[in-house]
């Protein structure tokens, strides 16, 4: 994320009174995962529409869940602090996580402003379901025709290539102090959030967003005025969840979240594994309250639209 050259308009934003983070349902985290669980199964079935069926499920699905869930996270709290702030931000990130950032482009409506024919309703959720990962459709990675996105593939080295500096996932071997010894070397003020509880997780990463914005703004305000007598240190937020976080612990015994096999789609034979399709259905139940966030026509609902920013502060309006 890039510090605003302004201020929005009259000056300072107003900022949020929810300092300690809001609800992770009235943010919108609880409908991502929905939405990429429909790019990466249901075969142009919006979800919760009639029951699952074998016949809803893509012959081969695909969706790098891994590190989409994380990617929800994320963007859930730029959108706070980016609408709070009035923040112009790019979110530079890996191109795996190409589910999270169709889902969340087209929640904001980035996407159907590229792409009118990709409505904010039921008929335009379904299209977006069928033509991910689909001969003629677009791509399971992210790629610059994709709101949002400016790069092309799925590895993290095409992202830094874009943002060294603001982005880094190949130092999770490090122990904290270590990793920590290095950001400062590298002139950073690193803050550390993590965890494996949802709720305790939403509320570190909702401080540690106000803490690095409100350390950068206190350089930009008195910086002018007072002058810099040294370097400041940057600020950098380490987010460490395990891979997969939110999805499946386990799957025909073996352990899933936070290990390799969460990397691809967690159940991929559900077509043709009845006990694999009604886990399925049971995790996106118990994930995401489908009742409320759509209304009737299929368009996101104001709840879940609370915090999500307007015009070109929208991430999938951004660049």
């Not at 349902?25 to 029951?51: K, M, N, V």
């Not at 969340?104 to 039921?122: E, H, I, K, M, Q």
């Not at 990675?141 to 830094?160: D, K, M, N, Q, R």
């Amino acid at each position: 994320m890039r510090p605003p050259g302004a201020r929005g308009h009259g000056g300072r934003p107003e900022r949020s009174t929810g300092r300690a983070g809001p609800s992770p349902r009235r943010t919108g985290i609880a409908r991502s995962p929905l939405l990429h669980e429909g790019e990466e199964s249901p075969d142009g079935q919006p979800a919760a529409a009639e029951p699952l069926t074998p016949e809803h499920i893509k012959p081969r699905p695909l969706g790098h869940r891994g590190t989409s869930l994380g990617l929800n996270l994320v963007y859930t709290h730029l959108n706070r602090v980016i609408k709070a702030r009035g923040l112009e931000a790019l979110c530079v990130r890996p191109g795996h996580g190409g589910p999270s950032v169709l889902a969340n482009s087209w929640l904001d409506g980035g996407y159907r402003d590229t792409y009118p024919d990709v409505t904010w309703d039921a008929q335009g959720l379904a299209q977006l379901f069928h033509q991910f990962s689909f001969p003629g459709g677009v791509p399971s990675h992210v790629a610059p025709e994709v709101p949002g996105s400016i790069h092309e593939g799925g590895g993290l080295g095409y992202a830094l290539a874009h943002a060294h500096g603001a982005a880094f996932d190949l130092l999770s071997r490090l122990p904290e102090p270590e990793l920590d010894a290095l950001l400062r070397g590298y002139g950073h003020e690193p803050i550390h959030v993590g965890g494996d509880d949802p709720l305790q997780v939403h509320r570190a990463l909702a401080a540690a967003f106000d803490e690095a914005l409100d350390r950068v703004d206190l350089v930009q305000r008195t910086a002018p005025e007072e002058g810099v007598p040294q370097r400041p240190r940057r600020p950098v937020i380490v987010l460490r969840t395990p891979k997969g976080w939110t999805g499946p612990k386990e799957v025909d015994g073996e352990p899933v979240e936070g290990t390799w096999r969460a990397h691809q789609v967690p159940r991929a034979g559900v077509r043709e594994n009845p006990a694999h399709l009604a886990r399925a259905v049971g995790d996106v139940a118990e994930v995401v309250p489908a009742r409320g966030l759509f209304d009737a026509d299929g368009r996101p609902s104001a709840d879940v639209l609370a915090c999500v920013p307007s015009g070109t502060r929208r991430l999938g309006a951004t660049p």
